[in-house]
């Protein structure tokens, strides 16, 4: 099955500050890959995705890049702002539905 | 607003006792639903994905007999935690996808057992 790798788990960065996560992923055949914000206690929040026939992906200060050959992606917030502070996890999809997640990351903007 | 909603967003029970969580789907057909489950500080595990009209197909370590899932119409799925103990305790999140790759959560239930 598909297996995901996320890092760092831990990530600080000082407002304003860029800030990277990256993910790697084990089945080729995923074709989809969705970075959710997850507060505590509530529900994944989609904030940005990408498909495999695409390489990046920007909204506003978030971006995704993909690269397929190596099998990994990356999420990069830009100008970070302290409600930016939450959990971030990755995932990735193949054609039958079941998304397989990364272990999260603790995304901390200090003011 | 929310296409996806479970009740009850939170439940206690005593050890031994069983409870049921509902996962609606609330703006589409959803013949697929899935049910994960997240410990503290820990990531969402798929348990089984909930097809309606047939069994559902659980993931590799979940008990089948334990966490039984019944998907009768294509608004409602329900998970039942059968004799819940304390290592039960968890958040449970159903999700629906359907239309577009984009997977719909619901809020979550908040499962601790005494």
């Known amino acids: 099955g598909e297996n995901v790798e996320q890092h760092p788990s831990t990530l600080s960065v000082q407002e304003g500050d860029s800030a990277v996560i990256k993910c790697t992923y084990s089945?080729?055949?995923?074709?989809?890959f969705p970075w959710y914000k997850q507060e505590l206690g509530k529900r994944p929040q989609l904030i940005i995705d990408?498909?495999?026939?695409?390489g990046e992906k920007k909204d506003q200060r978030i971006a995704v890049t993909l690269n397929k050959t190596a099998k990994h992606f990356s999420l990069h917030i830009t100008e970070t702002q302290p409600e930016d502070s939450a959990v971030y996890f990755c995932?990735?999809?193949?054609?039958?539905?079941?998304?397989?997640f990364g272990d999260g990351t603790t995304l901390t903007v200090k003011p | 607003g929310a296409v996806v909603s479970q009740h009850p967003s939170w439940v206690i029970c005593k050890s031994g006792t069983s409870v049921k969580i509902e996962c609606r789907s609330l703006?589409?057909?959803?013949?697929?639903m899935f049910w994960y489950r997240q410990f503290p500080k820990q990531s969402l595990m798929l348990m089984a994905t909930?097809?309606?009209?047939?069994?559902?197909?659980?993931e590799q370590g979940v008990e089948k007999d334990k966490f039984l899932i019944n998907h009768a119409s294509l608004t409602l799925s329900t998970l039942t935690v059968t004799s819940a103990h304390p290592e039960d305790s968890s958040f449970y999140i159903c999700?629906?996808?359907?239309?577009?790759?984009?997977?719909?959560f619901g809020p979550g239930t908040r499962l601790t057992v005494l």
């Open positions: 999700s629906r996808a359907g239309g577009t790759d984009t997977q719909y």
């Open positions: 703006d589409f057909q959803a013949t697929t």
């Open positions: 089945d080729s055949a995923s074709n989809y």
């Open positions: 995932a990735a999809r193949a054609n039958a539905g079941k998304s397989t």
């Open positions: 990408i498909r495999s026939n695409v």
């Open positions: 909930s097809n309606e009209g047939s069994k559902a197909t659980y």
